[in-house]
């Protein structure tokens, strides 16, 4: 495709993105981009919502009521916006995220951010192996074939959710005080905060639209037209979280039982969970436990950072304190956060 050049566009053209829509936006990563984008005054955000719903939005957040299940209603939601920011909890049924891709087309939403907030879709094996890995390439090929540019997060796993749900996730059973380290537990991954995703997607709509003539090579959002933004909060192993967990907690080495699991065992284990599973939840949380202890292979492809490189310095993206990070964990934890969230999904609203 021949570069767009912001001076070639029509009488009327203005080189920035105003008006963003956002499924999802009452919703933890999707009330953080809602409010990031708020934060820059630049934005209007309006927020699809189900006809009924009691979802809590951000303050400064339009509303937008639409039926799933009539395209017209969804269709004339999104009339006149610039981006739509697609967010969407596990339990939504399968064709949500279609039905919207199709509804954006007609509506002549020219971009999108799907739901994918991925790990490193550029390593196969991960891909591969991954159980919770997100259809990217069929998820950007209906985009891309109705006629839509796409830009999409890897951002790997959210740090202060990963940490907070638990020991089938990074390995922390806080009720217990019991740590179960991949391997030794020195394997470095990138993590990224919810926060940093927010400030992330923020700093890319803040951009230019497009360049303005062919010698402009200043960042835009067109420089990630149907590719990835690729972000991390911090490059770090499980020892590195545990310091950081006693550091803000007051914790020391004798309040914690550590034990040592071969991430390969430990992988094997969460598949035939999965597999062996009696009903959806038992099976999902098989999958996670086989989905982030992959990420901690030696060499798997957790650390990106240093095979891809990342987009931080390019959006201006500031440097992340961890304690800061872990302390909001820690308040998620004190919170019962996990329990809430599995009985949220258990019910399946």
């Not at 591969?128 to 997100?134: C, E, G, R, V």
């Not at 067109?222 to 007051?250: A, M, T, Y």
């Not at 959006?315 to 956060?337: I, N, R």
């Amino acid at each position: 495709m021949a570069p767009k050049y912001a001076q070639d566009q029509p009488a009327g053209f203005t080189n920035r993105i105003e008006r963003v829509a956002i499924v999802g936006a009452g919703g933890r990563i999707g009330s953080v981009l809602a409010t990031a984008l708020l934060k820059t005054g630049k934005h209007t955000v309006t927020a699809l919502t189900r006809q009924g719903s009691n979802s809590e939005l951000p303050p400064g957040v339009n509303v937008a009521a639409i039926n799933y299940n009539d395209e017209s209603s969804i269709v004339a939601a999104l009339k006149g916006q610039q981006f739509l920011i697609i967010t969407l909890a596990g339990f939504a049924p399968p064709d949500t995220h279609s039905k919207l891709v199709q509804a954006a087309a007609k509506a002549g939403v020219p971009r999108i951010m799907p739901n994918i907030f991925s790990t490193d879709d550029s390593n196969a094996a991960l891909v591969s192996d991954d159980p919770l890995s997100a259809d990217i390439k069929g998820i950007t090929t209906s985009i891309a074939a109705a006629g839509l540019s796409y830009t999409y997060l890897v951002c790997s796993l959210w740090y202060e959710f990963s940490l907070a749900m638990g020991p089938l996730w990074l390995g922390f059973d806080f009720a217990n005080k019991k740590l179960t380290l991949y391997d030794d537990g020195t394997t470095k991954v990138n993590l990224t905060t919810w926060e940093l995703c927010g400030r992330a997607v923020a700093a890319l709509l803040s951009l230019k639209e497009l360049p303005e003539d062919a010698n402009d090579t200043s960042p835009t959002i067109d420089s990630w037209r149907n590719q990835p933004l690729v972000i991390s909060s911090f490059l770090i192993s499980q020892l590195d979280i545990f310091e950081s967990w006693k550091r803000i907690s007051g914790d020391q080495d004798s309040d914690w039982t550590i034990e040592k699991v071969p991430s390969k065992e430990r992988y094997q284990q969460g598949m035939e969970a999965m597999k062996n599973a009696q009903d959806p939840m038992s099976a999902r949380m098989g999958a996670a436990m086989a989905s982030f202890v992959r990420l901690y292979y030696p060499n798997g492809g957790g650390d990106y950072e240093s095979t891809r490189g990342l987009d931080n310095d390019k959006l201006g993206l500031p440097k992340e304190d961890l304690d800061e990070a872990t302390a909001v964990a820690k308040q998620m934890v004190d919170d019962g956060y996990a329990a809430k969230l599995y009985a949220k999904a258990a019910g399946g609203s």
